[in-house]
């Protein structure tokens, strides 16, 4: 064997290794650099669904399609933050959030669903009349999964292997979901406020699909918030017939002419 004819050969596949190499290294810090310049809302959340190592951004009004496999809810937002998160399978909350209703009772004091923390059993509650509320305060009081801090900001995961039906207590693998369509409504809860006291600075809905593979279709929409109108008490109402009365009475009667 002539070793002097390998060596360029081996001198150039060390140079080629070690550009490789170098390559390798300088992707993931760029990676590693581009995760902590995540785009992060000074005040209210971005939110993303994930699934199979994919993740699609979330806007009103739109449609999250996911096949019948774990998925994962990804928050991006300040530190310090809790979530009120209703899924149904009514679309009336659905409805009424796109529609600016401000009150919507399922999200109401006293609604939130009870659980333990750091998403042990990896699900969601399915429930009609009230919300899961998944809150971040600090490693050891979190109701998300996994959690990491970027430089302007922080990103929750909650993994989703189930859902639990609130009213039956049951849970169901995502495999074994019959429903086609879920509804979801999601309220940012203000930084500071007492647990079932929602001042907010965000909210969101969509329709969650189960179909063959990740996807979002439909164009997002703004929503326009409709305060709540008082009914007409019934004093004034009273008052009101009163007065109509009074001025029927009033009026001049106009003399009958005899023939």
């Given amino acids: 064997m002539n070793v002097k004819k390998l060596l360029p050969v081996l001198c150039l596949s060390v140079l080629i290794c070690g550009i490789n190499c170098s390559q390798s290294l300088k992707t993931r810090m760029q990676e590693k650099q581009a995760e902590g310049k995540l785009s992060i809302p000074s005040e ?58 401000k009150e919507i009772p399922v999200f109401a004091r006293g609604t939130g669903i009870a659980e333990g923390g750091r998403n042990e059993n990896r699900m969601a509650f399915i429930s009609e009349t009230g919300s899961n509320y998944w ?16 430089d302007n900001g922080q990103v929750l995961t909650r993994t989703i292997e189930s859902m639990r039906d609130h009213r039956m207590g049951n849970d169901i693998p ?29 909210r969101l809905g969509f329709r969650l699909a189960l179909g063959e593979r990740l996807s979002v279709t439909g164009d997002s929409v703004e929503i326009t918030m409709i305060e709540k109108l008082e009914p007409e008490s019934e004093v004034a109402s009273v008052e009101k017939t009163v007065t109509d009365s009074r001025a029927e009475t009033d009026k001049p009667t106009k003399k009958r002419e005899m023939n």
Avoid: H
Avoid at 74 to 97: E, H, M, N
């Fill in 174 to 202: 995502m495999s074994a979901v019959d429903e086609d369509t879920f509804y979801v409504c999601v309220l940012k809860r203000k930084r500071g406020a007492l647990i079932n006291e929602w001042p907010e600075t965000q």
């Fill in 135 to 150: 809150v971040f305060k600090d490693s050891s009081n979190t109701r998300f999964d996994e959690y990491r801090l970027v």
């Fill in 44 to 101: 209210g959340f971005a939110l993303y669904i994930e699934q199979r190592g994919r993740s699609v951004p979330v806007g009103n009004g739109q449609t999250v399609t996911i096949s019948r496999e774990p998925f994962a809810f990804q928050f991006r937002t300040q530190p310090a933050a809790g979530f009120a998160v209703s899924i149904s399978r009514d679309d009336t909350f659905l409805t009424d959030l796109l529609d600016g209703i």
